[in-house]
């Protein structure tokens, strides 16, 4: 069997996990043959790491040219990690052509968009896969197998709270998700992978929304009301910045360096902007309520400016209750007093790449490593308690890699030709990411007219449980 022939659109620093794969562990797996991006720049520090793994230079596309690059380079599958806006219009031109595709979350920004890209999946000879990594950490994985066994019974509520800390929550406002129209803010990039994990606990489809949401930490108006004094546009080069918690010094980080710093002068993106400044249009503080066809409910909140990251979830059933805690990073360091050496990873959850920094973020994602008698340390739980029984902790596979050990089964599943066994129904498809997604849009409409949001006035076809179906094997 014959390596598969990739085609990469967008090479930012999310392309990396698969452009390293390919040159790397999964190198006979498949071959990349193409690049599409509007900057050279990018595109040639990709080049420089194939080239140095043994690998050929792939063709160079602009943006305006993939239709020209589908007819000339014939790729298997096309990897798409450019900016969220543009997911639905490369792949549904690759699913048109006949290409399998590999597409980063969300699937889209707009209901248009979704509608596009679901017409063209369901018609398309080639299959859409979508990347949603947190189904493989192990932590999410066993919590779905306690609701599938039926341990809690049939489940009857969710509640599912993620918080963001000031490193990482911060960095969605400085570059170009804090633009809503590009992004369809925090409820559409960032919460598609947790409604996705919800939608494939429990296999359900989300029927109604309502939600609130607004910008109450970042921006220039709330800096305005903290009394919050003048700031420079970006970081780089700004004088008195150093000790600036809220700060990107991306001089400090080779690959932010070389794909953003390095790379201004081809398309003028600045990855650096002040988190206070203006022109910022998602929201920050984020609460959901979404309705299931079942009748089962969920509540979900996010926060971008939490002094820790993790999340809690708690799942009712009609016979008991299971509860997941997770601390990915317990405190981010202050900077300002020079105690702390460099910056804490923009992600705790990420290893190396655009995530790591220096300092802080190399320690188990606790920024800077935990101190003795540490209340709160780098950990995960889950609980289950049946009614009338004790309660009990079940044990949760230890896994190394990043996202808690979900990239590396994700890549397994997505690049070996000879795809492992899927009993849990994690490899995640079109349909998934169209029911995810809706709950994002649902809810950024319900923000906006202030009603709740019949997720089928969308016109986004949710036709099956993301979870009720038999898994499939990619060609």
Request: aromatic share 6%.
């Amino acid at each position: 069997m014959s390596a598969r022939r990739y085609a990469v659109v967008g090479t930012g620093a999310r392309a990396g996990l698969y452009i390293r794969a390919l040159a790397g562990r999964y190198a006979a797996d498949g071959t990349i043959v193409a690049w599409c991006d509007q900057n050279r720049v990018r595109m040639n520090y990709y080049d420089e790491i194939l080239t140095a793994a043994g690998r050929r230079s792939p063709a160079q596309y602009r943006p305006d040219d993939f239709g020209r690059l589908l007819d000339s380079e014939r790729p298997d599958a096309v990897l798409v990690t450019s900016p969220d806006h543009t997911h639905p219009r490369y792949a549904a031109q690759a699913l048109r052509a006949g290409c399998d595709v590999i597409l980063e979350k969300p699937v889209a920004t707009s209901a248009a968009g979704a509608r596009l890209l679901a017409d063209a999946a369901r018609t398309s000879a080639g299959t859409l896969r979508v990347t949603f990594n947190y189904r493989y950490s192990p932590r999410n994985s066993v919590l779905r197998r306690v609701i599938a066994d039926g341990i809690i019974g049939k489940v009857t509520s969710v509640h599912f709270e993620w918080v963001l800390d000031t490193v990482h929550g911060a960095d969605y406002f400085r570059r170009w998700h804090r633009d809503k129209t590009a992004s369809g803010g925090l409820l559409v990039h960032k919460s598609s992978h947790h409604f996705d994990l919800v939608n494939w606990w429990i296999g359900d489809i989300p029927s109604t929304v309502y939600a609130r949401g607004a910008l109450r930490f970042y921006g220039a108006a709330s800096a305005r009301e903290r009394g919050l004094g003048a700031r420079p546009e970006r970081s780089l080069g700004a004088p008195g910045m150093t000790g600036d918690p809220f700060a990107l010094d991306l001089s400090a980080a080779p690959a932010l360096r070389r794909l953003y710093l390095e790379a201004e002068a081809e398309d003028g993106y600045v990855r650096d902007q002040d988190v206070f400044g203006p022109g910022i249009s998602i929201e920050d503080n984020l609460a959901v309520l979404v309705g299931y066809r079942s009748g089962a409910l969920l509540t979900y909140s996010l926060n971008a400016h939490s002094p820790w990251e993790g999340y809690r979830v708690s799942v009712n059933g009609d016979a008991g209750r299971a509860e997941l805690e997770v601390v990915e990073r317990g405190q981010v360091r202050s900077v300002a007093d020079g105690s702390v050496s460099g910056r804490p990873a923009v992600d705790p959850m990420v290893s190396g790449g655009e995530g790591g920094q220096g300092g802080q973020g190399g320690q188990g994602g606790q920024g800077g490593g935990a101190d003795a008698g540490d209340l709160r340390p780098v950990s995960e739980r889950l609980l289950v308690q049946r009614h009338w029984e004790p309660t009990r902790a079940v044990p949760i596979p230890q896994a190394a890699g990043a996202h808690a050990g979900g990239d590396e089964p994700l890549l397994d599943s997505l690049l070996r030709r000879d795809a492992p066994a899927d009993p849990l129904g994690q490899r995640a498809d079109y349909a998934d990411g169209l029911a995810s997604v809706a709950i994002g849009l649902a809810a950024n409409e319900s923000i906006a007219t202030g009603q709740v949001v019949d997720v089928s006035t969308l016109g986004i076809e949710l036709s099956r449980a993301p979870a009720a179906r038999t898994s499939r094997r990619r060609h």
